[in-house]
């Protein structure tokens, strides 16, 4: 099952893993990304400190300390300049570098924030058009590996981007989800 929702994905306690947009250096950071550091406590910044970093359209892995879930997904989204530097691209290997990793460790439930939406300025409907058909087109190749995604999204603006977006590319799977 696929699907939005308005809510905090720091309190989502049915979800295996959450998908958050991250900094380079996987550090404290702003916004969402900041609140997931304060909730998930000081071992997430230091396992971060491990990790080396993350490049554009990397994904990296883990844990979710003190927060529900037990792993926490960390990516870095592309910066919206106009859409002709390969923006697109970098953020579909957001979302399947993202999955590959739920694939590898056995996850089965996932949440996604509105990753490339905050500090990166990418156009809400774009950014939604692309994340959903990106993880239907994945799922669809693995229809039996992942259970539930649900995109957690604090906004209402942003919120009903995403499931107009949902609904826009259900009609290309002929109601797959």
Same mark, same amino acid.
């Given at each position: 099952?696929?699907?939005?929702?308005?809510?905090?994905?720091?309190?989502?306690?049915?979800?295996?893993?959450?998908?958050?947009?991250?900094?380079?250096?996987?550090?404290?950071?702003?916004?969402?990304?900041?609140?997931?550091?304060?909730?998930?406590?000081?071992?997430?910044?230091?396992?971060?400190?491990?990790?080396?970093?993350?490049?554009?359209?990397?994904?990296?892995?883990?844990?979710?300390?003190?927060?529900?879930?037990?792993?926490?997904?960390?990516?870095?989204?592309?910066?919206?300049?106009?859409?002709?530097?390969?923006?697109? +691209?970098?953020?579909? $290997?957001? /979302?399947?570098?993202? =999955? *590959?990793?739920?694939?590898?460790?056995?996850?089965?439930? #996932?949440?996604?924030?509105?990753?490339?939406?905050?500090?990166?300025?990418?156009?809400?409907?774009?950014?939604?058009?692309?994340?959903?058909?990106?993880?239907?087109?994945?799922?669809?190749?693995?229809?039996?590996?992942?259970?539930?995604?649900?995109?957690?999204?604090?906004? +209402?603006?942003?919120? $009903?981007? /995403?499931?107009?977006? =949902? *609904?826009?590319?259900?009609?290309?799977?002929?109601?797959? #989800?």
């Amino acid at each position: 099952m696929i699907q939005v929702a308005q809510k905090d994905i720091t309190k989502m306690n049915y979800i295996d893993a959450i998908v958050v947009a991250a900094n380079k250096n996987l550090q404290t950071g702003t916004g969402l990304y900041k609140n997931i550091h304060r909730c998930a406590g000081e071992r997430l910044l230091k396992e971060c400190c491990l990790l080396g970093g993350c490049k554009e359209g990397e994904a990296k892995i883990t844990g979710g300390y003190n927060l529900p879930c037990r792993y926490i997904i960390h990516t870095v989204a592309p910066v919206w300049i106009d859409g002709n530097y390969g923006e697109k +691209e970098l953020l579909e $290997r957001c /979302y399947i570098n993202s =999955l *590959k990793l739920a694939l590898k460790y056995d996850i089965h439930s #996932i949440a996604f924030s509105a990753i490339p939406t905050g500090r990166s300025t990418y156009p809400p409907s774009i950014a939604a058009e692309i994340a959903i058909k990106t993880v239907m087109d994945f799922i669809y190749k693995y229809p039996e590996k992942i259970d539930l995604i649900e995109w957690a999204i604090s906004g +209402e603006r942003i919120c $009903r981007a /995403y499931r107009k977006a =949902l *609904k826009n590319v259900n009609y290309l799977y002929d109601g797959y #989800i």
